[in-house]
């Protein structure tokens, strides 16, 4: 069965500092994944995807995620958090044909310190 | 600019009472979907919709149906609402693996 975990509910940084957040799925196929974000009071936004070739994907507002197929892992990262980044972050993995369904994980609230 | 526009931000119903939420985008997808999102659970799929009149049943369909008369209308309808549908309700409507979000319903049901 296809499955997202995060095993972070929450995590705090300061801003200015790097950030990882960290996403294991389990699917049986190639998967389609995903990371978005949501902001108070706002939709759920893409930040970035990834379905085949380079395994370092970029993103908006300086995001990237490494696919790494060994550890089937897609975790987020970004070099600088800036306070403006505070909002909770959704994994998500898909299937590769037309009119799949995306499994979400459960969110990571990230909290920005100043 | 694409966009998914759910038609309450806010709703507050009592129990019992049926319960529409709409849910329209503009940007011709075929693909519309509903989720709840609760804390410590994510996104959970209830309903999606893969074109008109079509519809397939997501991982927690029960006390909800959904109507999609219109390609880019996707209604979720909750037949006698309950307490525990206290929740954020999210669309979507989806297309060559993007998707795109409403702002969200958050239903209070007392």
């Known amino acids: 069965a296809q499955s997202v975990t995060q095993p972070d509910i929450h995590i705090t940084v300061s801003e200015g500092a790097s950030l990882e957040l960290r996403c294991n799925y389990s699917?049986?196929?190639?998967?389609?994944l995903f990371w978005y974000v949501q902001s108070p009071g706002q939709g759920l936004q893409l930040l970035l995807k990834?379905?085949?070739?380079?395994?370092l994907v970029q993103g908006i507002k300086g995001f990237e995620a490494e696919f790494k197929r060994s550890q089937s892992s897609f975790n987020l990262r970004k070099p600088s958090v800036h306070w403006s980044d505070a909002a909770e972050y959704f994994c998500?993995?898909?299937?590769?044909?037309?009119?799949?369904?995306?499994?979400f994980g459960a969110g990571t609230i990230l909290r920005v310190k100043s | 600019d694409v966009k998914v526009t759910q038609s309450s931000r806010y709703l507050v119903k009592r129990t019992g009472e049926k319960v529409f939420l709409e849910c329209v985008q503009d940007?011709?997808?075929?693909?519309m979907f509903w989720y709840r999102q609760d804390p410590g659970l994510g996104l959970r799929l209830i309903y999606f919709?893969?074109?008109?009149?079509?519809?397939e049943k997501g991982d927690i369909p029960e006390g909800y149906s959904v109507s999609r008369e219109k390609k880019e209308r996707f209604s979720l309808i909750l037949e006698s609402a309950s307490t525990n549908q206290t929740s954020m309700y999210l669309c979507?409507?989806?297309?060559?693996?993007?998707?795109?979000f409403g702002q969200g319903t958050r239903l209070t049901v007392v």
């Open positions: 919709s893969y074109d008109v009149k079509m519809k």
């Open positions: 998500a993995v898909g299937a590769t044909e037309y009119g799949n369904k995306l499994v």
């Open positions: 940007m011709d997808h075929e693909n």
């Open positions: 699917y049986g196929a190639t998967p389609y």
């Open positions: 990834y379905f085949s070739g380079d395994t």
């Open positions: 979507a409507s989806r297309s060559g693996g993007r998707a795109f």
